[in-house]
């Protein structure tokens, strides 16, 4: 059982091994060739071991029939000519037969009961004496006979001069042939270990990387076939790279901004359990949870900023009614403004269709409303307009807050960045969602003061081509 599963895994290795295929296709292909090279170098052999047997056959038949003659008393006499036999002896111990006949029928010498080929001078074989032999019969005129009548003289030799002939004409080429598949093979096994060099060094070069060290390659360390698979290697661990990076930033992020709340819950948690007082625990009590609520939604906007940030996940491409989307997430927002007595409306103009993360799409919408009614004084009025202009869609969001100072417009949009003054009690990541979403779909974010005061931030994405799903 051993022995069978060690051969079993040989096979399956030698089937995983792109040398031994290259090599087993190539030698298969030279072998198919070759095959047919014997079939058809069998065939030209034989023609030619018949082609020498039949002419030597002819050959033996004139002789023969030039020793016939007619004597004074008119009747035919054949002297066979030794040498008409002799040029048959080759050292393979063939039979020789013959037979010399009038034109009427009369035998004149030779073995009477030799068939006759039935096509002049061309060999052909016969069956005599229960064996196969080749045979061929020559017309030939007489002086003294009749109108110088024809006689015929068939002779007829066993196969095994020319099958000696064909087998080492064959068995020549064969041997030819063999060596070529040799050479081949050895040529084909130099040329892969060649070619194959750089792929290996590749795998080297790979396995010798530290687990950390996610630097390109150089594709032109390897044959133009496998550049491709150099820069497959390179984008992906290009994106293995960024995942890690943006791994990091969130381990550090979160541990950076999750320390001081929960410090703070701590201390609010024992504060409520040593309190005596009933109201004063109630109030601390209250902090407690309003704190709870806070580190939610720091840790909820932590793990939206890290799945907005690039090759973090894989890429989505959906397609959004941004429209709907917008109508669904003020409404989810109602409760939230009337709560701080905000006039909070929405225009649409009909469907607006964009492409993209359809949840970090959504998100973005989230964070922008959530921000605009937050940092709005109570009493104050936030519109989010959504709209087609051309190949862009347009979203903005305003609203008659404190607004935000022209200086700092760019620097609201770096992570946990906050106004000085501000009153919401915000973490300082919503705009910088904003920025990675609008990024990653290819579109531009811009702040600006509204007419009358307050801050507009406006979107603009790309519409979704006719036809997208």
Known sequence: MSRLRNALTGVWSLRQSLRAQLLAWVVLTLVGAICFNLYDSYRTADQTAKLVSDRTLLSSARVIAEAVRVDEGGNIEADIPPAALEMFD?????????????AWGNLVSGFPDLPLPTVDRTGQDVT???????????????????DDGDISVTVAITHNSQYALRRRLWLDDFSKQFILVLLAGAVTIIGLQRGLAPALRLRDAVRARGRERLDPLSPAMVQTEFQPLVRALNDHMERVQNQMAAQRRFVSNAAHQLRTPLALMSTQAS???????????????????????????????????????????????DTIDLSAAARDIVAAHAEQALQRDIDLGLEVSGPVPVEGDGTMLREM????????????????RVTISVRRAGELAVLDVEDNGPGIPADEREQVFERFYRVLGTEGDGSGLGLAIVREVVDGAGGTVAL??????????????????????
């Open 90 to 102: 080759t050292g393979y111990g063939d039979q020789v037969f013959y037979q010399v006949i009038t």
């Open 128 to 146: 005599f004496r229960n064996s196969t032999v080749r045979a061929l019969t020559l017309n030939h005129p007489v002086v003294g006979l009749p």
């Open 365 to 380: 919408l989230v964070n922008l409303v959530d921000n605009a009614i937050r940092y709005t004084r109570r009493g104050g």
């Open 448 to 469: 600006a003061e509204a007419d009358g005061g307050g801050l507009v931030i406006s979107v603009r994405l790309p519409v979704a081509a006719a036809g997208s799903a």
């Open 271 to 317: 504060v409520a359990a040593r309190e005596t007082d009933e109201m004063k625990r109630d109030e601390a009590l209250q902090a407690l949870r309003s704190s709870t609520r806070h580190m939610s939604r720091l840790a909820s906007q932590l793990l939206t900023l890290s799945r907005a940030e690039p090759g973090s996940r894989r890429p989505r491409s």
